[in-house]
């Protein structure tokens, strides 16, 4: 197994050309598209410590008058996090969403059979609908297409987004809600072509659902978006004609179409796990493919673009799942504890969402607090950042504006599943007010990379801060005990002059340039 390992490693060192040293080209008209916030999106779901524990936890000392945590909105605020997608997942599609509304006391605790679970259903709708308000985001809402249907739907955005005189919206004002939610985005289900899934369904059936569904939905609201599922990742067998049958089906009256994917690195190959943006850039690149065909098919005018609503890294926490004690309240579940690496590769992955942010409009990084997520908590205790939170807080913070195509010449590995490789992937934004370029860059390769950057478009800019995010173990980790053992820091590791800029890349490291027009 180490000889394996060893020869894997050194397939990685086989670059093509100058092993350390790139070259990128920046020019304004080189243009991907405009960025829509949401593309920063999150993910909440009745999993785990998610909620109960995670957002909401009334006997903390810093929950507030609804019980939730104000230290979990601190950070959700900090994220700019643009939009959540609630609440689920799995757990929506056995979910009866009138169990969460309506008084605390009389809401029945359930069997919950996507997680084997006891929900008590003290969150709901309206409460969460009022979190996101605090948390300064949008709601995403997914509807169960599981066990329900399209009755329970359009009573959801009847429930949500109708002012009064009818009865699901006078029971919302009821219910201490006077204004409607005005939830705009709307999940049709989840993951429904999974063989795990509560009501799984083939494309034809989901498709013909998801049509009827949205329809009378938007019947109630025409002002909302609709997302249609997807495949649940590009490895399943039914990967895109499944998005042929149910777009082929739902097209005239759906937004978006969703991806899922996750990464994981079980074999302990760093170049390999890497090397996993190729991945989905192709993934991207083909469901993008399948809608263009579907819209020519029909001769449509109306473009469907993309809701990747679930996407990180998750492979940690499979052991433990497997000692999970079935039926408890708020169960710790799907916790994986990150390392740099993790975090190197969601900023890889943040690349890929930007650089398609041409028809990839929404994006939800799953999950938000405790469950996958970059925030971690203790119930009633303390608060801490993972590792991925940074990239995260970097692209979200930085990377609103307009996409611009960098183009990169870089060395190349070849590892076990990918050939070719780039060692630096980048992309940059151009601020909203175009007083700023910042390029993210990240370094796959285990040394440093000198990078000459040709900046002559942007004549008279200069370099305002260099964020670099190394670390001298690629397998530390963040905790309650050490949550700065793994942090970003400025650098001035760089030098600009005649409009071209040289800068030296860490080994291993994800770099936010951000540079004044």
């Given at each position: 197994m180490e000889e394996d390992k060893n020869m894997e490693q050194n397939k990685a060192k086989k670059h093509e050309g100058d092993p350390g040293k790139a070259v990128m080209k920046l020019d304004r008209d080189f243009q991907i598209g405009e960025i829509d916030k949401r593309i920063y999106g999150s993910f909440i779901e009745h999993i785990g410590r998610a909620v109960y524990g995670g957002i909401y936890d009334p006997g903390h000392p810093l929950a507030d008058d609804?019980?939730?945590?104000?230290?979990?909105?601190?950070?959700?605020?900090?994220?700019?996090?643009?939009?959540?997608?609630?609440?689920?997942?799995?757990?929506?599609?056995g979910y009866n969403w009138e169990d969460g509304i309506g008084p605390k006391d009389k809401r029945p605790k359930r069997t919950?059979?996507?997680?084997?679970?006891?929900?008590?259903?003290?969150?709901?709708?309206?409460?969460?609908?009022?979190?996101?308000r605090r948390a300064g985001t949008d709601v995403m809402m997914a509807v169960n297409l599981g066990t329900r249907g399209a009755d329970a739907a359009r009573n959801l955005v009847e429930y949500c987004n109708?002012?009064?005189?009818?009865?699901?919206?006078?029971?919302?004002?009821?219910?201490?809600?006077?204004?409607?939610?005005?939830?705009?985005?709307?999940?049709?289900?989840?993951?429904m072509d999974g063989p795990w899934q509560i009501g799984h369904k083939t494309a034809q059936e989901y498709g013909r659902l998801a049509s009827e569904t949205a329809k009378v939905m938007k019947w109630v609201d025409p002002t909302i978006e609709l997302v249609a599922c997807g495949s649940s990742n590009s490895g399943?067998?039914?990967?895109?004609?499944?998005?042929?049958?149910?777009?082929?089906?739902a097209y005239d009256f759906v937004d978006y179409i969703s991806m899922h994917q996750y990464y994981g690195n079980q074999e302990d190959d760093t170049p390999n796990f890497l090397a996993n943006t190729m991945d989905m850039d192709h993934f991207i690149e083909n469901i993008i493919a399948t809608c263009d065909y579907i819209q020519a098919k029909k001769r449509s005018k109306k473009k469907i673009n993309i809701s990747f609503d679930e996407w990180n890294v998750w492979y940690h926490a499979f052991p433990e799942n497997e000692k999970a004690v079935k039926w408890q309240e708020g169960p710790s579940f799907n916790e994986d504890i990150y390392n740099f690496e993790d975090a190197l590769l969601v900023g890889g992955m943040l690349i890929s969402l930007l650089r398609h942010a041409n028809r990839v409009k929404v994006a939800c990084q799953a999950q938000l607090v405790n469950v996958i997520a970059p925030i971690m908590t203790e119930n009633g205790g303390r608060i801490w950042k993972q590792t991925i939170y940074y990239p995260y807080l970097h692209a979200s913070v930085y990377g609103r504006g307009t996409a611009l195509d960098v183009l990169v010449d870089s060395p190349k590995y070849d590892s076990k599943d990918f050939t070719d490789v780039p060692i630096l992937d980048a992309v940059a934004v151009e601020s909203e007010e175009k007083d700023y370029l910042t390029i993210f860059a990240?370094?796959?390769?285990?040394?440093?990379?000198?990078?000459?950057?040709?900046?002559?478009?942007?004549?008279?800019?200069?370099?305002?801060?260099?964020?670099?995010?190394?670390?001298?173990?690629?397998?530390?980790?963040?905790?309650?005990?050490?949550?700065?053992?793994?942090?970003?820091?400025?650098?001035?590791?760089?030098?600009?002059?005649?409009?071209?800029?040289?800068?030296?890349?860490?080994?291993?490291?994800?770099?936010?340039?951000?540079?004044?027009?």
């Open positions: 609804c019980g939730f945590r104000r230290d979990v909105i601190e950070l959700t605020r900090e994220l700019q996090v643009p939009i959540v997608r609630y609440p689920g997942g799995n757990f929506v599609s919950e059979l996507a997680w084997f679970a006891v929900e008590n259903n003290q969150m709901g709708t309206d409460e969460f609908c009022e979190w996101s109708f002012s009064s005189g009818t009865y699901w919206s006078d029971l919302r004002i009821q219910n201490g809600y006077k204004e409607p939610h005005n939830v705009r985005l709307w999940n049709l289900g989840n993951e399943m067998d039914t990967c895109y004609d499944w998005e042929t049958t149910v777009l082929d089906h990240l370094n796959k390769g285990m040394q440093d990379l000198v990078t000459d950057c040709d900046l002559r478009d942007y004549p008279g800019c200069h370099v305002e801060e260099m964020l670099v995010y190394t670390s001298p173990d690629l397998k530390l980790s963040n905790s309650a005990d050490c949550p700065d053992r793994v942090v970003p820091h400025t650098s001035s590791d760089y030098k600009l002059e005649d409009g071209r800029l040289t800068v030296k890349l860490a080994a291993y490291s994800w770099n936010v340039i951000r540079i004044r027009l």
